[in-house]
């Protein structure tokens, strides 16, 4: 059973840095390349947006929104899944998700998805506050 444990999460001001970390277990050595993984985020009263994805190969796709100031990468090693944000600002507030998805056998290892429903394991999710 794969689990998600996401950390990190606190309040910085406009323009700081934060690194969002996602513990994955229930992944053996070889599961990495079955995978797909995201970070999800959520502000109150509005709508989840995926805002990165990497790949089972490591290709990554992002949100507009944060395209050039958040990375996404996975420390497989380590079992962890990383955002790491820069410039943050007011409208980054979120609550931040960390997701996993098993790839199909029609689907490619460069293929990740930003879009929530496609997604079967989540995380329990960090506050990021952003202020100015």
């Known amino acids: 059973q794969v689990q998600l444990a996401e950390s990190g999460g606190g309040a910085v001001q406009v323009g700081g840095s934060l690194r969002l970390s996602c513990r994955v277990s229930?992944?053996?050595?070889?599961?990495?390349?079955?995978?797909?993984m995201a970070w999800f985020r959520q502000a109150p009263g509005k709508v989840r947006e995926g805002v990165a994805c990497?790949?089972?190969?490591?290709?990554?796709n992002y949100a507009d929104s944060v395209q050039g100031r958040f990375t996404i990468s996975q420390d497989k090693a380590a079992n962890t899944l990383h955002l790491q944000m820069h410039n943050l600002q007011p409208e980054d507030t979120a609550m931040f998700y960390c997701a996993a998805q098993r790839r199909s056998p029609y689907q490619s290892y460069w293929h990740c998805s930003r879009a929530g429903s496609v997604f079967q394991y989540w995380g329990q999710g960090t506050q990021v506050t952003v202020s100015s």
């Open positions: 990497i790949a089972a190969d490591g290709t990554t």
């Open positions: 229930g992944f053996t050595g070889g599961d990495y390349r079955d995978y797909y």
